[in-house]
């Protein structure tokens, strides 16, 4: 990477994820054991980390060819996280779907990394 703005860019997707799978492993914790403060610090961080990938998401990149489909793309990523959140946020709204927003959130942690091809 040899645009700095990229590594902005590379930051901001790896941190939301980072957050957002915080979120998910603190949504199954076993409330009897105490929970590991570097997830409780990620999650802290998933609002800043989500306001950051909205302000990215929708900002200009003018760079070469290659760099422009690189932020493209982790652009696409950080929109596919902030909605899946969102979605999530919707579904844990029943405690009879903590489980099941658990395991979309999850999955689409899993797809979306799965398409750091395109823009690692």
Known sequence: MRDQRLRVFRT???GLIES??????LS????????PEPLVIAVAKLQDRLGAAERLAGSNFNGSSTEAAKVTA????LKRLSAS???YCKQIASPLNVDD?????????????A?????G
């Open 20 to 25: 957002l799978d915080a979120l998910v492993r």
């Open 115 to 119: 398409t750091s091809d395109q823009w």
């Open 74 to 77: 982790m652009c696409v990523a």
């Open 28 to 35: 199954r914790w076993n409330h009897s054991e105490s929970k």
């Open 12 to 14: 901001a997707v790896d």
């Open 101 to 113: 927003a658990a395991n979309s959130l999850e999955s689409e942690i899993s797809a979306t990394s």
């Open 85 to 87: 959140y969102l979605q």
